[in-house]
Structure formats: C-alpha cells, structure tokens
C-alpha cells in the first residue's frame, strides 16, 4: 500500500521524548519488567505457597472405627480432626482414591493379613499418629509436594504452627523431594 500510494511514511527527525504511539509501547514494556524487591518476592511466594497447601484435597479415614472415609480440601478440615461416626482423633490422610480406602479398610476391619500389611493401611496409621498430635498442620505439612510423614514430622517437631517458618520448611523439603526425586545434586 505504501508502494501505490495509498499510505505514506513521514519522518518526525530526532525528538526529545517519544511519539504518542511509541510512550505506550515503552510504558507496556515497562509494566512487564516491574522489579519486585526480595520483601515482596518472599511474601509473595509464602502467600501462594501457603493458598496451595490449604487448597489440597485430600482422602481423610478413621483408623478407630474404619467406617468414615472423606475427601475434603485442608482448609475445610478442623483444627483437631475427629470422626464424625465415633469421635476419634485417630484420622489418617493419604492421597487415593476413597474408594480403594475403603477397600482397605474393609480388609482390616475383617482382619485380613493383606489389609494390615498394606501401604495404605500403614500410610493411613502414620498420618493419623501425625494428625492427632498436631492436628491440622500435620495436614497441611504432609500436603507438601513429595513430603513423606517421616519428612513432615520432622518439620512439625521444628514448628507446629502454621507460620512462615512453617512455610519455608515446607518448601525446602519439597525442593530437597524434587531433587532427589530427579537424583539432582
């Protein structure tokens, strides 16, 4: 079009600040490249660590009576978890369906060998050891990507408290899962 006529290029020469056009591609660009200080990149990443934690869904079961089994995010979980059918704090978390949970815990029920020697009936028993001593933080640590119950004893024994500190143990040991996980050192 410029070849024919119909559109033709003007030259504004040298300028001391720029064209209209070009001040809103600069201030795009800009907005795009807003350094963040260290403060505010850390708060930010505990504050979205700590959203992700609390959003995790989880399989919640009863190690007592074994007939209550429930998925539910973390944040809607009590502070101290009981049964709703027998009022235990023996509660367990594991991440599977609640289908095959309850398979297992139908096995155990009927004292099936195979039910008590499962991963999941053990996984089930160590988290409810967890969650009955530090209630819904054991929850939220044992969330963390890759973090086993051994892993999340070991930051509920440094701070029970969801708190910063929390938060950043988390994160360093779901960093330190990840790694292993990919045998990077």
Same mark, same amino acid.
């Given at each position: 079009? +410029?070849?024919?006529?119909?559109?033709?290029?003007?030259?504004?020469?040298?300028?001391?600040?720029?064209?209209?056009?070009?001040?809103?591609?600069?201030?795009?660009?800009?907005?795009?490249?807003?350094p963040? !200080?260290?403060?505010? &990149?850390r &708060?930010?990443?505990?504050?979205?660590?700590?959203?992700?934690?609390?959003?995790?869904? $989880?399989?919640?079961?009863?190690?007592?009576?074994?007939?209550?089994?429930?998925?539910?995010?973390?944040?809607?979980?009590?502070?101290?978890? #009981?049964?709703?059918?027998?009022?235990?704090?023996? +509660?367990?978390?594991?991440?599977?369906?609640? %289908? !095959?949970? $309850? %398979?297992?815990?139908?096995?155990?029920? *009927?004292?099936?060998?195979?039910?008590? *020697?499962?991963? #999941?009936?053990?996984?089930?028993?160590e #988290?409810?050891?967890l969650?009955?001593?530090?209630?819904?933080? /054991? /929850?939220?640590?044992?969330?963390?990507?890759?973090?086993t119950?051994? !892993?999340?004893?070991?930051?509920?024994?440094?701070?029970?408290?969801?708190s910063?500190?929390?938060?950043?143990?988390? &994160?360093?040991?779901?960093?330190?899962?990840?790694? !292993? %996980?990919? *045998? +990077?050192?």
């Amino acid at each position: 079009r +410029i070849e024919s006529g119909e559109l033709e290029l003007t030259s504004l020469g040298v300028r001391d600040e720029p064209s209209p056009l070009a001040l809103l591609a600069w201030k795009k660009r800009a907005l795009t490249f807003e350094p963040v !200080s260290p403060k505010r &990149m850390r &708060m930010l990443i505990l504050a979205s660590t700590r959203a992700r934690l609390l959003s995790e869904e $989880r399989t919640f079961a009863c190690t007592k009576c074994k007939d209550w089994v429930e998925v539910k995010p973390i944040h809607k979980l009590e502070d101290k978890p #009981t049964c709703p059918k027998c009022d235990s704090e023996s +509660i367990g978390l594991i991440e599977k369906e609640p %289908r !095959s949970v $309850r %398979r297992i815990l139908r096995r155990v029920k *009927k004292s099936s060998k195979s039910g008590k *020697k499962s991963k #999941t009936w053990r996984e089930l028993k160590e #988290t409810s050891k967890l969650l009955s001593k530090y209630g819904k933080t /054991a /929850a939220i640590a044992l969330a963390g990507r890759g973090l086993t119950p051994k !892993s999340a004893e070991g930051i509920l024994s440094e701070e029970d408290e969801l708190s910063d500190k929390f938060l950043d143990l988390v &994160m360093k040991e779901e960093k330190k899962s990840l790694f !292993s %996980r990919y *045998k +990077i050192s």
